[in-house]
């Protein structure tokens, strides 16, 4: 449904922006722009400027973190969906989403930092993660929204990803949209049924539309003005797409949806432009949003307890996966004395 996003050009002027200023050597340097100019791909061994390494370290953890705290507001749900299928559905999406975070911290760990750290900073409430996952599922069709819409404006923002200039994180995120896809499909295919249901799965539909709509366009990060990593994320073919064309694109994409699924997303504004080509759309909510990526939502200190206790509860596995593999070296080395 969002894959024809692999094709676009890079129409945000990803390569009018000016180098920053920097203590690197300059032949290295010069190498390095040489190859991002081109398209090229940056590997893990390759020599890299330090704040290239510290952007893709930043976004890739905040990625990674993303998918594990956005396991929570839908697992919640699994002893309550409401039929065998749906469960093995949402079974197999949150063990999907526990999936991608393992392999963008692995992606993050190729530029030398742990995955301890990178925990650490999650956990002690350093590092962000996505806001969307900072507001509560009231009832199923929560779950099918989170779906249709959480995962749609996902897929939008990382298509352009599986085309960024490192290449673990270009990589991994081919898989982990071909998934997301999935997870999309599957979310509007719960809708469309509770949307031929009676007159409450009819509002409870409408009603979780109403509660998401905002948040999911917010989803895509501050308006292009005050992005402050764009114009450098975009320079090195981090970032493709800007946030304020991502956002477009993905009302663009929305709106014939919303119609056919028969429901009415909450914007008064919302109407096409002709001239622009593009669906105009009202204000949002930047204070709100602010205030919950700043840890003031109205779930982000449940998710971060939830997510702490998890880990702690945890360490008993990660000890015992260790002394196994201590155990099979051992064994390992003294056969082959
Ligand atoms: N939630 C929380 N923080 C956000 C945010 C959001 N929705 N949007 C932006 N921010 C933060 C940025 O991280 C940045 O903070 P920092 O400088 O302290 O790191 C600050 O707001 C300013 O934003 P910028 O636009 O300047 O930042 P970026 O250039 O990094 O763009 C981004 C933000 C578009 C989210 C980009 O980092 C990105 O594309 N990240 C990879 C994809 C991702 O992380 N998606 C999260 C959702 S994943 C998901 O939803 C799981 C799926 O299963 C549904």
Same mark, same amino acid.
Do not use: I, S, V
């Given at each position: 449904m969002y894959t024809q996003s692999f094709n676009v050009p890079d129409e945000s002027g990803q390569r009018t922006v000016k180098p920053i200023a920097h203590t690197e050597p300059p032949e290295q340097m010069a190498r390095f722009d040489a190859r991002i100019d081109a398209d090229g791909r940056i590997e893990p061994q390759d020599w890299m400027p330090e704040a290239y390494r510290k952007t893709l370290v930043r976004q890739i953890s905040q990625h990674a973190h993303s998918e594990i705290v956005g396991m929570l507001p839908e697992g919640n749900w699994i002893s309550r969906a409401p039929s065998l299928k749906r469960k093995a559905i949402l079974i197999a999406k949150v063990q999907d989403e526990g999936g991608h975070g393992l392999y963008l911290y692995s992606a993050a760990e $190729?530029?030398? $930092?742990s995955r301890d750290q990178m925990l650490d900073a999650l956990h002690t409430g350093k590092a962000k993660y996505s806001s969307i996952f900072n507001y509560p599922t009231l009832n199923w069709a929560d779950v099918g929204v989170i779906g249709w819409l959480v995962d749609g404006a996902a897929i939008m923002n990382q298509i352009p990803l599986c085309r960024c200039s490192y290449g673990p994180y270009s990589r991994a995120m081919v898989r982990v949209c071909k998934e997301e896809s999935f997870h999309q499909r599957q979310g509007y295919e719960a809708l469309l049924v509770m949307m031929k249901g009676n007159q409450a799965q009819k509002d409870m539909v409408q009603d979780a539309v109403n509660r998401y709509w905002w948040k999911c366009l917010a989803m895509f990060g501050p308006p292009d003005a005050d992005s402050p990593n764009s114009a450098q994320g975009m320079r090195w073919g981090i970032k493709r797409i800007s946030n304020d064309d991502l956002r477009q694109k993905f009302i663009d994409a929305t709106v014939p949806q919303a119609k056919v699924l028969g429901v009415t997303l909450p914007d008064p504004d919302l109407k096409w432009n002709e001239e622009r080509g593009h669906h105009d759309y009202g204000q949002i909510d930047w204070d709100e949003f602010w205030a919950t990526v700043n840890g003031?939502?109205?779930c982000n200190k449940e998710r971060l307890a939830t997510r702490v206790k998890a880990h702690n509860d945890g360490a008993w596995v990660r000890d015992a996966a260790l002394a196994h593999a201590r155990k099979q070296q051992q064994r390992q080395l003294k056969e082959a004395a």
């Open positions: $190729t530029l030398g $930092t003031n939502g109205p």
